[in-house]
């Protein structure tokens, strides 16, 4: 847990050293540095999305895990917490990328791989290398972040502790169980959202990809390896 407190004062201080900045950004430049974000979204996807050694397990757990978070409407749940923020502590500032920024920040922080096996080293072993890795690299992020969507990033470091802390406790619990192949595509499956966020970040679609809904898709390696095994000893 020590590590997931170094992560979350990284995130704030590396957002609020953005905003700092931001005044002094141009809109242009601001653009620019959100499309620039995006790419490396992209491609931290798509290196953690090429780590799978079953694409099925991909599409079947990204399908069931966003028909899972249509139902409980995630995205919702964590729009309307960046709104409520926004609400509460703004009253009335003009903040137009408050929540896009909460949302995006809270998704790129949680997803991928260094969180998921950074989270397992941290509560299997007490090895703290790779979050506090991740923790240098959100740093940076946070920084740019933060210039360009402003302070709803900062806000997002409640979700790291949130997420992160509760994931690195699960794996305290659940991790002697899980093997090196289910880490791998619970990676790959965080690394198809974030490419999902990427697409959102350019603009690239009408509607916005509600990313948030998918994210129940990365736990269900958990099951689809076992039964898959199961399955496959039948034959």
Not at 49 to 64: K, N, S
Not at 66 to 94: F, P, Q
Not at 160 to 187: D, H, I, W
Request: glycine share 12%; charged share 15%.
């Amino acid at each position: 847990m020590p590590a997931v407190f170094v992560n979350v004062g990284t995130v704030l201080a590396g957002s609020l050293i953005g905003i700092l900045l931001r005044s002094k950004l141009r809109q242009k430049l601001l653009d620019a540095l959100i499309v620039g974000l995006a790419l490396c979204t992209a491609l931290i996807g798509i290196q953690s999305a090429l780590g799978t050694q079953d694409v099925l397990c991909i599409i079947v757990c990204l399908t069931l895990g966003t028909l899972i978070g249509e139902l409980i409407n995630i995205d919702k749940g964590i729009t309307a917490g960046g709104d409520w923020l926004k609400k509460s502590l703004l009253r009335g500032k003009s903040e137009s990328r408050f929540t896009e920024g909460f949302v995006s920040a809270c998704i790129l922080f949680c997803v991928g791989s260094m969180t998921i096996m950074g989270s397992l080293e941290a509560g299997l072993h007490g090895d703290y290398r790779i979050i506090l890795a991740k923790s240098a690299l959100d740093f940076v992020s946070s920084m740019a972040f933060g210039a360009a969507m402003g302070i709803g990033v900062t806000f997002s470091a409640l979700f790291v502790l949130v997420f992160q802390g509760a994931l690195t406790l699960l794996a305290s619990l659940v991790g002697p169980y899980l093997s090196a192949e289910v880490v791998a595509e619970m990676s790959a499956v965080g690394g198809v959202i974030l490419m999902g966020m990427a697409v959102n970040m350019l603009g690239l679609r009408k509607d916005p990809i509600k990313v948030a809904n998918m994210l129940p898709g990365i736990f269900l390696p958990l099951a689809y390896l076992p039964l898959a095994e199961w399955i496959k000893g039948l034959f």
